[in-house]
């Protein structure tokens, strides 16, 4: 856990930069390319298997290395009591996201420990808000899940979890690729 606290206290600081700013200049990231973050791969083809237990709140691994174009098959358990998830993507990703989890939240689609199965098709601004992200799983307290993913190299990635807080509590590790 230590070696990650500069990195997120980073990761911090830059959340609260655009707070400053906000009702100024416009940041207008929607009008950049996203990023290839890699993609979804198939579990047969993984090169290497990586076992991770989630807790409340951080990950069993902090670091993970990776090459350009491997295939990692992760098998996660989630060993808290909280409702906890394992999502691929930037810090900017993480950062959008997070949001929408919130927004879920407020919504009553998800609490702390679980989703909510619920119609929301007539509630405005959440027609189809759910929560299928090709590069996220989430997992109730006690369960396994596991995700494929091959990655491109070509992004600086997190694997974070945006359930509200945690990603601030410490939920997030480093993935560095060459
Ligand atoms: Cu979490």
């Not at 009591?81 to 989890?101: C, D, P, R, Y």
Request: proline content about 4%; overall charge negative.
């Amino acid at each position: 856990m230590f070696s990650i606290k500069p990195l997120v206290a980073a990761f911090c600081l830059s959340a609260l930069a655009p707070l400053a700013i906000a009702g100024g200049t416009h940041g207008g990231h929607s009008d950049e390319a996203a990023p290839n973050i890699g993609k979804p791969g198939v579990a047969a083809q993984a090169t290497r298997t990586v076992t991770m237990a989630l807790y409340d709140n951080y990950y069993e691994v902090d670091t993970l290395e990776v090459k350009a174009g491997e295939t990692v098959r992760f098998q996660l358990k989630n060993e808290g009591v909280l409702l906890h998830e394992f999502n691929i993507g930037t810090a900017a990703m993480h950062k959008n996201h997070q949001s929408e989890m919130l927004k879920m939240m407020e919504h009553g689609m998800m609490t702390p420990t679980g989703m909510v199965e619920m119609d929301h098709s007539g509630m405005e601004g959440m027609e189809g808000m759910k929560h299928d992200d090709p590069n996220s799983i989430l997992l109730a307290p006690g369960e396994s899940k596991e995700i494929t993913w091959t990655f491109s190299g070509d992004a600086e990635l997190e694997f974070a979890c945006n359930m509200p807080g945690h990603y601030q509590a410490g939920m997030v590790g480093e993935v560095s690729s060459h």
